[in-house]
């Protein structure tokens, strides 16, 4: 299935070798639920097309608690992801963005850039 998920990695770094064509960073769960509603608004596209076996790959990665994100020493803050916002999605081709509603707007764009890069 493309749509893989992963829960708050020990070390950002080791995303960078994932097999897989996007990255989508989430806030973590919180009884059974996303806490971040920006993360929650975007869920259903974000399912549509990285849901289906045939879409592109994607893994989802939760980056914590929200006492854990708010604060600045976060992990994923930093290098190599120097995320800023919950919910993006990074294109690990060319570590292009989409950030919080653009999700929504232009996530199936984003995807078929992706894939005019590679020729297909």
Not at 106 to 113: K, Y
Request: charged share 20%; net charge negative; aromatic share 10%.
């Amino acid at each position: 299935m493309p749509l893989r998920f992963v829960d708050f990695p020990s070390d950002p770094n080791s995303l960078k070798s994932v097999p897989g064509d996007y990255l989508v960073i989430y806030s973590s769960l919180t009884d059974g639920k996303l806490w971040c509603p920006d993360c929650v608004a975007v869920d259903d596209t974000v399912q549509s097309v990285f849901g289906n076996n045939d879409g592109p790959s994607a893994l989802i990665v939760y980056v914590g608690q929200k006492a854990d994100w708010k604060t600045p020493s976060n992990q994923f803050r930093g290098e190599p992801w120097k995320i800023q916002s919950v919910p993006t999605i990074i294109r690990l081709r060319d570590d292009a963005r989409l950030v919080d509603m653009d999700i929504i707007h232009r996530l199936h764009g984003f995807v078929e850039d992706g894939f005019n890069l590679t020729g297909n």
